[in-house]
């Protein structure tokens, strides 16, 4: 689908260096690709849209890290509220790649930290390691490449500067164990990136078209649909699994 952003007024780098909201409150919705250029036209007198080189939409290529038996993954899965995932991050068209470390807290904050990183498929350089082991249980040795998610990202800046709203599409999921790859082409993720007291117009917009928030974690979800379930648990992602195939077929590769 192409969407229509021309009609956003764009925003920089350079001005949103100040809203980069690494310590935030988040709320995901996903919702049928369709629907987006609806709320896109509500959005328009609300939010400025990044742009650079003239480009309006960027490609994500993300690589996320765990244990050899998966223990963020079933931290998350089994609940818990303080919880973290490593990953590297590529911005494609910059030829940027970070390595981050996202935490969440038991008040619902999510924190992220990252620094340069040379490659996507790799953390064993000395800063990344130092990094790693400042921050997390974990170092290098034990953290091994899990899942790739690749998707198209639109980011939506709100008018007085106070959230972030990125607008994720095209996704898929390829394992580096199995190698099977899922893409989930009529699919939009939405999340809000926002301080704690701050306004959110997009949340009016979407009440009133009914799209309620649902929790979801691309890492998990990506790797219940490519994973062997003798060695991951799948149980308390099977409901979402069921509503997201009831928006998207799940095409595989």
Same mark, same amino acid.
């Given at each position: 689908?192409?969407?229509?952003?021309?009609?956003? =007024?764009?925003?920089?780098?350079?001005?949103?260096?100040? +809203?980069? #909201?690494?310590?935030? &409150?988040?709320?995901?919705?996903? @919702?049928?690709?369709?629907?987006?250029?609806? &709320? @896109? $036209?509500?959005?328009?007198?609300? $939010?400025? +849209? =990044?742009? !650079?080189?003239?480009?309006?939409?960027?490609?994500?290529?993300? @690589? *996320?890290?765990?244990?050899?038996?998966?223990?963020?993954?079933?931290?998350?899965?089994?609940?818990?509220?303080?919880?973290? /995932?490593?990953?590297? %991050?590529? *911005?494609?068209?910059?030829?940027?790649?970070? #390595?981050?470390?996202?935490?969440?807290?038991?008040?619902?904050?999510?924190?992220? !930290? %990252? &620094?340069?990183?040379?490659?996507?498929?790799?953390?064993?350089?000395?800063?990344?390691?130092?990094?790693?082991?400042?921050?997390?249980?974990?170092?290098?040795?034990?953290?091994?490449?899990?899942?790739?998610?690749?998707?198209?990202?639109?980011?939506?800046?709100?008018?007085?500067?106070?959230? %972030? @709203?990125?607008?994720? $599409?095209?996704?898929?999921?390829?394992?580096?164990?199995? =190698? /099977?790859?899922?893409?989930?082409?009529?699919?939009?993720?939405?999340?809000?990136?926002?301080?704690?007291?701050?306004?959110?117009?997009?949340?009016?917009?979407? =009440?009133?078209?009914?799209?309620?928030?649902?929790?979801?974690?691309? $890492?998990? #979800?990506?790797?219940?649909?490519?994973?062997?379930?003798?060695? &991951?648990?799948?149980?308390?992602?099977?409901?979402?699994?069921?509503? +997201?195939?009831?928006?998207?077929?799940?095409?595989?590769?």
């Amino acid at each position: 689908m192409n969407l229509d952003l021309h009609a956003f =007024q764009s925003i920089t780098l350079e001005e949103m260096k100040d +809203i980069r #909201l690494m310590k935030r &409150i988040d709320k995901k919705f996903v @919702l049928p690709l369709s629907r987006l250029p609806d &709320i @896109l $036209y509500e959005l328009r007198p609300e $939010y400025y +849209i =990044q742009e !650079i080189g003239e480009k309006r939409t960027f490609n994500y290529s993300t @690589l *996320y890290y765990d244990t050899c038996d998966y223990e963020m993954y079933k931290t998350h899965q089994n609940g818990k509220l303080n919880r973290l /995932k490593v990953r590297t %991050r590529e *911005y494609v068209e910059s030829n940027l790649c970070f #390595l981050e470390i996202k935490t969440k807290s038991n008040k619902g904050m999510t924190k992220k !930290i %990252r &620094i340069t990183n040379e490659r996507p498929d790799c953390i064993s350089y000395n800063e990344s390691s130092l990094f790693l082991c400042s921050n997390t249980p974990y170092n290098c040795e034990i953290l091994e490449g899990k899942l790739w998610t690749y998707y198209n990202r639109v980011t939506l800046v709100n008018k007085t500067k106070t959230e %972030r @709203l990125t607008i994720d $599409y095209n996704l898929s999921f390829r394992n580096e164990h199995t =190698q /099977k790859h899922v893409l989930l082409p009529q699919m939009a993720i939405i999340e809000i990136k926002r301080e704690q007291s701050s306004y959110s117009p997009v949340t009016k917009t979407l =009440q009133h078209m009914r799209i309620r928030p649902k929790g979801l974690s691309k $890492y998990c #979800l990506g790797t219940a649909l490519t994973e062997s379930h003798t060695k &991951i648990k799948i149980n308390k992602l099977k409901s979402k699994i069921r509503k +997201i195939h009831k928006i998207t077929p799940f095409e595989y590769e």
